[in-house]
């Protein structure tokens, strides 16, 4: 119980938890989570995903679990179950469950409908949704299992029902994608984001995890996160920039961070990038600076029709005849514009509250300097000599005066010169 040994231990267990948050993937750690807020993580979410899946096979009898798939992804209020069809018993399906997310500003008949409108879309850079439901408080959705898995799994070499810390946290081998596949695999990402955005249809849930590999074609998953209204993997990221303020925007900036991760097979360290690793074309490196770059994140995102415009990916030729559908009726899509508004309000907001408490810690910091400090003493130690020396001047003039009263002179009375204002500088909080 030495004090200062615990004040030593307490040191090193803040740097421990500073660089534990400051990872990405281990600060969405429903571990992490509960161990520093355990109050609102203390739900048991598989549980809560087991009650509603039993309620859905009650009405729904031809489908059956085959096993849970655990931990497979990132978010803590999202499961996975691996499924089968009864009288298809060697078929594999996978089950997503999850509940509301605080950006969830459809109506629930609304969210139903477009929920259940989810596999009557058909693109040939979409994932197929085989099934979806929702009831008013979470979404159900059944794909196809693919067992070559996503567009991280290449990357980082790993087996799709692993858990995402396992997957993902410690690669062994850190190795990027070839040119052609970056160049092939980020025109069909860019094409089907341009597609959506076309349609009015808020994503902004673009990440590698998020694109099924099917052959040599990237295929989008998770169209349903935005109605929910989850938040996005990259959300502390974007977060940080004002000029990032639309779903489309968003979007762009994600597929930046898609884009680094499969030209150098690992995340940025930080964003914005000051400085980017040689790559296997200054083309990729002109992209990445207009989306991840200090210049980029400070002044705006580029359009998904900017970006297919250039000489990465302005060249590659999509062989595909699948027609893409997906037809939302009038009203549903006046619901989604709407939600849309109320989504970018909201990060507009929080983005105002990030960058005034940010000039608040560096007005604090900069007033709690020693540098500025030592300035302060020096001007507080000029300001007392000054106050001294005319306080001097005042009391050598007044005695002065009463002499020459005495002696019945009349010279002029001389006034103290008026103290100056003090050149000390006060820092007003912002």
């Not at 509960?34 to 009650?51: H, R």
């Not at 691996?82 to 996978?94: G, H, S």
């Not at 076309?198 to 295929?219: E, I, Q, W």
């Not at 109320?342 to 709690?368: F, M, N, Y």
Request: charged share 25%; proline share 7%.
């Amino acid at each position: 119980m030495d004090r200062e040994f615990i004040a030593e231990r307490q040191k090193g267990l803040q740097n421990y938890l500073n660089v534990i948050t400051t990872n990405h993937i281990l600060s969405n750690c429903e571990l992490v989570k509960k161990f520093l807020d355990p109050n609102n993580y203390s739900a048991n979410y598989t549980e809560i995903a087991l009650q509603q899946v039993s309620m859905f096979f009650r009405s729904e009898p031809k489908w059956e679990v085959v096993e849970p798939l655990k931990d497979i992804g990132w978010r803590i209020r999202k499961k996975y179950f691996l499924m089968k069809i009864k009288n298809q018993p060697k078929e594999r399906l996978v089950l997503s469950w999850a509940d509301l997310g605080p950006d969830k500003y459809l109506s629930d008949k609304d969210f139903q409908c477009l929920i259940k409108l989810l596999p009557s879309c058909l693109h040939p850079y979409i994932y197929r949704v085989t099934f979806a439901t929702a009831n008013e408080s979470s979404a159900l959705l059944i794909r196809m299992f693919n067992e070559k898995g996503t567009l991280k799994d290449l990357i980082y070499k790993a087996k799709p029902k692993d858990p995402f810390l396992k997957k993902y946290c410690n690669p062994k081998k850190i190795q990027g994608l070839e040119l052609q596949q970056i160049k092939t695999y980020g025109r069909q990402i860019l094409e089907v984001l341009k597609f959506l955005h076309d349609k009015g249809f808020p994503y902004g849930h673009l990440h590698a995890s998020n694109v099924m590999l099917d052959g040599d074609t990237c295929r989008l998953l998770d169209l349903e996160n935005s109605l929910l209204g989850l938040p996005s993997f990259y959300r502390p990221y974007f977060t940080q920039f004002r000029k990032i303020n639309t779903l489309e925007s968003v979007d762009v900036h994600c597929f930046g961070h898609l884009l680094y991760e499969m030209t150098y097979g690992r995340p940025p360290d930080s964003v914005p990038v000051h400085s980017f690793p040689p790559a296997p074309s200054m083309a990729v490196v002109a992209v990445l600076e207009s989306t991840l770059s200090c210049e980029a994140c400070k002044n705006g995102m580029p359009t998904t029709s900017r970006l297919l415009q250039m000489p990465l990916f302005s060249d590659v030729l999509l062989t595909t005849s699948e027609k893409p559908q997906f037809k939302i009726p009038t009203k549903l899509k006046e619901a989604l514009r709407i939600a849309k508004e109320s989504v970018e309000k909201r990060l507009i907001e929080e983005q105002k509250q990030i960058h005034q408490h940010r000039r608040l810690t560096r007005a604090q910091s900069h007033h709690g300097s020693e540098e500025e400090r030592k300035k302060r003493k020096i001007l507080a130690r000029k300001k007392s000599k000054r106050s001294a020396i005319e306080n001097s001047e005042e009391h050598s003039t007044k005695y002065s005066n009463s002499n020459n009263s005495g002696s019945g002179a009349s010279s002029p009375l001389t006034p103290s010169s008026p103290t100056p204002p003090s050149t000390a500088v006060e820092h007003a909080p912002f």
